[in-house]
C-alpha cells in the first residue's frame, strides 16, 4: 500500500517562507514525477512545481522565482521551498507522484504505473 504523507503547512504572514514535504511510504521501485498541486478556496486544483526523476523541474508562473522544488529518490520524498509568500498563495497544497510502480509489480512482472495523491496540507498567508 503506498501513501504520501504531507508536513509544513500553517500559517504565516505575507513576504514569509513555508517549507513543504512530502514522503512517499511503501515498497516503491520508481516515481517518475513529484509534484505539488494547490486548490485555492473556491478554485479548481492548479499545479505549482513538478520534479522529474532526473531532476527536471518546471514551476507556475505565478511562483517562479519565489518556490524551489526538490526531490530526494533515495527517501521518496520532495519539497518545496517557498519564500516571499503571498496572501494569493492561501490554498490546501496536494502532493502528487507520477507513474509510481511498486516493487511487488516489478517481482510479478505486471508492471503497471500509477499516479497518487497526499491528502494535503493547509497554507494561509496573512496580510
Known amino acids: 500500500q503506498v501513501h504520501l504523507v504531507e508536513s509544513g503547512g500553517g500559517l504565516v504572514q505575507s513576504g514569509g517562507s513555508l517549507r513543504l514535504s512530502c514522503a512517499a511510504s511503501?515498497?516503491?521501485?520508481?516515481?517518475?514525477?513529484m509534484g505539488w498541486y494547490r486548490q485555492p478556496p473556491g478554485k479548481q486544483r492548479e499545479l505549482v512545481a513538478k520534479?522529474?526523476?532526473?531532476?527536471?523541474?518546471n514551476y507556475a508562473d505565478s511562483v517562479k522565482g519565489r518556490f524551489t522544488i526538490s526531490r530526494d529518490n533515495a527517501k521518496n520524498t520532495v519539497y518545496l521551498q517557498m519564500n516571499s509568500l503571498k496572501p494569493e498563495d492561501t490554498a490546501v497544497y496536494y502532493c502528487?507522484?507520477?507513474?509510481?510502480?511498486?516493487?511487488?509489480?516489478?517481482?510479478?512482472?505486471?508492471?503497471?504505473?500509477?499516479?497518487?495523491w497526499g491528502q494535503g496540507t493547509q497554507v494561509t498567508v496573512s496580510s
Open positions: 520534479i522529474t526523476n532526473g531532476g527536471n523541474s
Open positions: 502528487h507522484a507520477e507513474g509510481l510502480i511498486t516493487t511487488a509489480q516489478v517481482m510479478s512482472s505486471k508492471v503497471s504505473p500509477s499516479d497518487y
Open positions: 511503501g515498497s516503491i521501485f520508481r516515481i517518475d514525477a
